[in-house]
Nanobody, 120 residues
Framework: QVQVQESGGDFVQAGGSLTLSCTASGLSFGDHSMAWFRQAPGKERERVACIGGNGRARFYADFVKDRFTISRDNAKISVYLQMNSLQPEDTAMYYC?????????????WGQGTQVTVSS
């Protein structure tokens, strides 16, 4: 059974940094792309970042603007999202998902999410 689990969400002040982590078990991790999405209250879920299985291909949403970095450690079956210069508009539930290619769809495996709250 494939399982995806996020962690690292927290309450931070504007301008601060946070690193989210995600582990994915029950699959051939290195053969899967991993992505981060987010959803703020009352808004649609949106793409944040995606990384290919070998870590070379990386894709980012425009709003990231070099503030966020996605990375992975296949030995630890983990993917990370380093977030810098956080702003209140980054407040959202952040989700991790695994797929064969970027970007995951609703039918792929998703975690339960981790909450990021940025205060002004």
């Amino acid at each position: 059974q494939v399982q995806v689990q996020e962690s690292g969400g927290d309450f931070v002040q504007a301008g601060g940094s946070l690193t989210l982590s995600c582990t994915a078990s029950g699959l051939s991790f290195g053969d899967h792309s991993m992505a981060w999405f987010r959803q703020a209250p009352g808004k649609e879920r949106e793409r944040v970042a995606c990384i290919g299985g070998n870590g070379r291909a990386r894709f980012y949403a425009d709003f990231v603007k070099d503030r966020f970095t996605i990375s992975r450690d296949n030995a630890k079956i983990s993917v990370y999202l380093q977030m810098n210069s956080l702003q209140p508009e980054d407040t959202a539930m952040y989700y991790c998902a695994a797929a064969s290619v970027c970007w995951p769809s609703d039918s792929d495996t998703w975690g339960q999410g981790t909450q990021v709250t940025v205060s002004s």
